[in-house]
């Protein structure tokens, strides 16, 4: 009977578990809730003299719990203590003890936080001062101390290693070991300097900055907690000449390491000290194996599991690469691992076999290791961690765990509320089990808070957990819209923290609730995330969480994004540069563009010195007048808010003056291929490298041929791996024989590729891709064309290759049409409507089945002619040679296909001018894209234009817009098309013209302009014979034509206005001196006004001057004006007698030989 209670009690404790393993979310605080510490000071608080005494105690709730202290089991009122006060809405207690002595606040607190709904408490806080604390610590515990020793000082040679040893005392647990100096600080480590797991400080090579006298070991025992040190060590490191001038004061009391110069030197391996060892770890616990090398230049470690690829989630590398570590090991970790130390005058190898033990063979081990802790007290420690809060709703059933472990084992008692559960209400929902209150069918009320307290003479364990009965409509707690970003190929995890009671069903969609999710590449925890295992492009987008109880239903919508890697597609390379010079490293980057970037370059895992000859470009880094301080490792990191990729190179200086250097070769090719680890889309390929001839390998890279598909011979790129590995492990194609081989890379060249492997034949399977590039148009108005990239035969996976081409209608909700096609690149569907959108798909398939449903692309059918016109055309004119046209764009159905633009036909019908002929020749404005008016450039002006609009698509142009008119107003007329002068005498001409050809309106005369012409030569011949007597001849005409100007002037001429020339003589023009028998001075200024007879009248017509040698006054008419052929109204003669009439008194000047020479020109 009791066997069978226990059973049943059993099963239901088993159901429970199972039911509310993921029910211990928090509860959102504007919910009904007792009271959760969220913060309290430790067990042991010591007091500190120069500060106040402040003990935490926090907590949350709803509504907000109140709080209250006991002291040594009894009340503590805050009121009745002046120097303490309690923090608002909080529990802490703040203590002043500037003014009264920290004794009197000595002892043993706890705190109290309760609302409506519970009550929880806090630790028993022991508040006590460190005088008496460390006293007591002394009296009860020690420490092992180290062994006095007298360390003499080390005196060694630049550039050879060195051992510092530490060998601390032992100690159980085994002491914590570090190396600092006189003022407690860490001796700095690097590469070349570092500390082994047993405590002993190593040097690869030592430099004189390494001389010090405070090399100090520290050894920490956390049993005690004390530390102790050992005596400090001299170091003091020479070069040779220094060594030899220090002998004698360092003979009696040194250590002399080396009297020779220490050459550069390829690494040789400090630890282990043999070339292969052995390691035993027990499965599940660390396995940890270490390298150390001496060499110079410092020698760099690298790491490699010869049999298969390290786990990468669970190693990590310490003490710059030294050190190898991997948790939680298992049977798959078993094997041979390689280090390999590096420079750059060769390679090192050391080999360790791990085996990994674990089950029945290990029983007494794991016996003598049980027998070994029970001679150790413990204090109480949970097993599975402390008891979580439980939410339920009406009716459901729960239980509250309080599991712990000690030694002696600890005892277990229950509170509720801070009693003791024995003197609590009785609830008849609540039955305690020894660690576990199992709760059924609770009811509304009966929320409490639970303490269990677990104790042994050693020390206590104490907790606080919750029942809260709430029912609650879902909720989703993860924020709205909220936006996650992956790396493609990398994990998605989108959150949907939800609380309800009952507990809610977490239900994932995609884009909308009809888009369900792949079971086999989504995953949905407990907790409600949903988790992508390998995240592509096809995975972004939004996603919706449903949260669903019977109280009701709640979403939440999220999105993805997933970006491309960042990977560096040119990496930095080793150099060999001569000091002086300058050298470069390229480190070109390729990053998702929605990401920033960030590109941080690092000497030797540091920073780059601080010097202006390090120049750092966007994807370079560039040293000018390199120094030997100069040489290391050089890295470029690019970071991204996501990711980030990072590459090395070494730069070695050398001296600039040629010296003998080892003759490097390109290296060997690797042997002894192998494939192991054999699955269906994978192989783990390994080899022995070959003989690097004094240059280091750089990389491998892996090839492979495909005797199935192509001929032998056909070498493909498959991957590379660094130099320093010597396995890879190889992502496959299904349905593909593979033979593989390597080839070794240095900076002298490629080896030679090695034997050929074995054939490696993966299955076939069904497609892992669609193909790309997937396209739909028409090329008749009724059909529809659709294309695509076909798979390559890698891609096809398998025999059979065909396609699954799918199309619909859009916005139709019809059902899709597929049709199979044989291994094309397009199919042609006849019969469909003119220029309508299309829903695409194109699905590979084998004899294995199909790929993934593939996306939707969109295209439309075959184009026709446009069937419509543009409507409401008319014209605006805006100058006389330029308008602008308007119209109704056609709408898109009647465009039927892709809008290319609108022609604007226009041309010229005739001249507004009675004259003008007729004019036919079109002209063509295009307009691409959508368009509702031009302007119309070029026009000529006072001419009947006529213009009509045509939209035009891929297929051709639509029927013309009705033809419109419009006239451009009168413009510019253009310049007379010919001008000759006939009839030149000494004081007339004629001027004969014809119209222009473009009069761009109805003429309504000319304008005459005219100005002296005055020619000039530059070219000097007066020292020329026959220019001297031209001269002279020339010299005598002028004299004759003076005179007879002269006579003329006296007799007056035919001018009848002579009287008036003498009563008002032209003050231009004065008479010839008596004294040199010359003209008097003429002004230059006469080039500078204007022209007498050349004035132009508003009305465009040729008006009369003041002058009387106006070509006006010679004319026959009265008005002067021109006929339209450009001929004179009237003939040259005498002045008419209208002419006397009109001018009165004005003056009248005598026509001067110079004047009349002048008139002949016309102005320009």
């Not at 190396?179 to 407690?184: Q, V």
Request: glycine share 6%.
């Amino acid at each position: 009977m009791v066997r069978r209670r226990m059973m049943a009690r059993a099963r239901l404790l088993m159901l429970v578990l199972l039911g509310h393993l993921a029910n211990a979310v928090e509860v959102p605080l504007d919910l009904a809730q007792p009271p959760t510490i969220t913060h309290q000071s430790p067990k042991d608080y010591i007091i500190d003299p120069r500060e106040s005494i402040v003990i935490h105690c926090d907590a949350k709730g709803k509504p907000h719990p109140s709080f209250s202290w006991t002291r040594n089991g009894s009340h503590f009122d805050v009121e009745q203590h002046a120097n303490v006060h309690m923090k608002s809405h909080s529990g802490t207690l703040v203590v002043d003890i500037s003014r009264e002595r920290a004794e009197h606040y000595e002892g043993v607190y706890q705190c109290t936080a309760r609302n409506k709904h519970g009550t929880a408490v806090s630790n028993n806080i022991v508040v006590r001062q460190p005088l008496e604390f460390s006293i007591l610590r002394a009296l009860l515990k020690g420490s092992p101390l180290w062994s006095k020793e007298k360390i003499k000082p080390i005196v060694i040679q630049e550039g050879v290693s060195l051992k510092l040893p530490c060998r601390p005392p032992a100690g159980f647990p085994p002491p914590i070991v570090f190396w600092m100096d006189n003022n407690f600080q860490r001796l700095p480590q690097s590469n070349r300097v570092s500390q082994s797991l047993n405590g002993d400080l190593y040097f690869s090579n030592v430099l004189r900055e390494d001389s010090r006298n405070d090399y100090i070991c520290y050894a920490r025992f956390p049993h005690t907690q004390t530390i102790q040190q050992k005596q400090p060590i001299t170091v003091k490191v020479l070069d040779l000449d220094a060594i030899n001038d220090t002998m004698a004061a360092f003979y009696n009391d040194t250590d002399l390491f080396s009297e020779e110069p220490v050459d550069e030197r390829r690494p040789t391996f400090l630890i282990p000290a043999v070339p292969s060892s052995s390691k035993m770890v027990l499965r599940g616990h660390v396995l940890e194996m270490e390298c150390i090398a001496e060499g110079l230049p410092t020698p760099d470690i690298s790491w490699a599991k010869v049999s298969g690829e390290l786990p990468a989630t669970r190693t990590s590398f310490l003490h710059y690469h030294k050190t190898l570590r991997v948790v939680n090991v298992s049977e798959a970790d078993a094997g041979e691992y390689r280090c390999t130390a590096r420079n750059r005058h060769g390679t090192a190898h050391r080999t360790v076999h791990v085996t990994i033990k674990g089950g029945s063979s290990f029983s007494l081990t794991l016996a003598r290791m049980f027998i070994l802790r029970l001679l150790f007290a413990a204090a109480p420690y949970w097993i599975n961690g402390a008891p979580r809060n439980l939410v339920l709703a009406p009716g459901e059933n729960g239980v509250v765990t309080c599991r712990a472990s000690g030694t002696p084992k600890p005892s277990i008692r229950w509170a509720m509320n801070g009693i003791p559960i024995d003197n609590s209400p009785k609830d008849p929902s609540r039955n305690v089990e020894d660690d576990s209150i199992i709760f059924s069918d609770v009811q509304m009320g009966s929320s409490a808070v639970y303490q269990c307290n677990i104790s042994n003479e050693y020390g206590y364990l104490l907790a606080n957990a919750f029942v809260n009965v709430l029912s609650e409509p879902p909720r989703v707690l993860t924020p709205a819209n909220k936006v996650y970003q992956v790396i493609k190929n990398h994990p998605a995890l989108m959150d949907c923290a939800s609380f309800g009671s009952p507990v809610p069903q977490i239900t994932w969609f995609k884009d909308s609730r009809f888009g369900t999710l792949d079971a086999e590449t989504h995953n949905v925890h407990d907790n409600g995330t949903l988790e992508i295992h390998v995240a592509q492009s096809r995975n972004s987008g939004k996603y919706t969480c449903v949260a669903q109880n019977s109280l009701g239903i709640y979403e939440n919508h999220v999105h993805l994004e997933v970006k491309e890697a960042t990977r560096i597609l040119k990496q930095p390379e080793y150099r060999v540069i001569q000091r002086g010079r300058s050298v470069a490293f390229e480190c070109k980057v390729k990053h998702d563009p929605s990401l920033v970037p960030t590109m941080t370059w690092l000497k030797d895992h540091g920073e780059l010195p601080d010097d202006e000859r390090f120049i750092v470009d966007s994807d370079s880094l560039t040293i000018t007048d390199v120094t030997e301080g100069d040489a290391g490792v050089y890295t470029c990191i690019m970071n991204t808010t996501l990711d980030h990729d990072s590459a090395s190179a070494e730069l070695t200086v050398v001296e600039v003056t040629p010296r003998p250097t080892v003759v490097n070769e390109r290296p060997e090719p690797p042997t002894d291929l192998e494939l192991t680890d054999q699955k269906k889309r994978s192989v783990q390929l390994t080899w022995i490298p070959g003989d690097e001839h004094n240059s280091p390998i750089q990389k491998f890279v892996i090839q492979f041929e495909d005797t199935l598909h192509h001929h032998r011979g056909h070498w493909h790129n498959l991957t590379e791996v660094s130099g320093s590995k010597t396995t890879a492990h190889l992502k496959l194609s299904p349905y593909v024989h593979y033979t593989f081989r390597v080839l070794a890379v240095n900076s002298m060249g490629v080896s030679q590729p090695s034997l050929p492997s074995k054939v490696f034949k993966t299955d076939a399977a069904a497609p892992d891709e669609n193909p790309a590039d997937v396209h739909g148009f028409g090329t008749e108005h009724d059909n529809l064309v659709i294309s695509w990239k076909p798979l390559s035969g890698l891609q096809a996976n398998g025999p059979g290759l065909h396609y699954r081409v799918m199309w619909r209608q859009k916005m139709m909700d019809s059902e899709w049409t597929a049709v199979t096609v044989a291994n094309n690149s397009k199919f042609v569907v006849s019969g469909t409507p003119t220029f309508v959108p299309y829903e695409i798909k194109v699905q590979a398939v084998n004899d294995y089945g199909a790929a993934p449903d593939p996306p939707v692309a969109h295209g439309y059918s075959g184009e026709d002619l446009p069937v419509s016109a543009p409507d409401s055309v008319q014209a605006y004119v805006l100058n006389s040679t330029l308008a602008e046209v308007h119209w109704v764009p056609v709408p898109p159905k009647l465009i039927r296909g892709y809008l290319k633009g609108y022609h604007v036909y226009y041309w010229r019908e005739r001249s507004l001018h009675k004259n003008n002929p007729h004019h036919t020749e079109k002209q063509i404005l295009t307009l691409n894209g959508n368009h509702s008016h031009a302007k119309l450039p070029g026009l000529h002006p006072f001419s009947l234009y006529s213009f009509n609009v045509r939209v035009y698509n891929g297929k051709g142009e639509g029927p013309p817009s009705a033809t419109q008119q419009f006239e451009t107003p009168e413009g510019v007329p253009g310049a007379p098309s010919s001008l000759t002068v006939t009839n030149t005498n000494v004081d007339s001409l004629s001027l004969d013209w014809k119209p222009p050809h473009e009069r761009n309106g109805v003429l309504t005369g000319y304008t005459l302009k005219y100005q002296p012409a005055v020619a000039s030569r530059q070219v000097d011949i007066a020292t020329q014979g026959w220019f001297i007597g031209l001269m002279c001849a020339i010299a005598l005409l002028i004299l004759i034509l003076l005179i007879i100007c002269f006579i003329q002037r006296n007799k007056g001429g035919k001018y009848p206005v002579k009287e008036k020339e003498d009563a008002h003589t032209d003050p231009e023009f004065q008479p010839m001196k008596d004294e040199d028998c010359t003209f008097g001075e003429y002004s230059d200024n006469e080039d500078h006004k204007p022209l007498k007879g050349s004035r132009t009248p508003s009305s465009g017509t040729v008006k009369r001057d003041d002058s009387d040698d106006s070509l006006v006054d010679y004319g026959e008419g009265g008005d002067g004006q021109f006929n339209e052929d450009g001929s004179f109204i009237g003939q040259y003669s005498g002045k008419s007698a209208s002419r006397d009439a009109v001018e009165g008194p004005e003056s009248s000047e005598a026509p001067s030989p110079i004047n009349a020479m002048n008139s002949l020109l016309p102005a320009f």
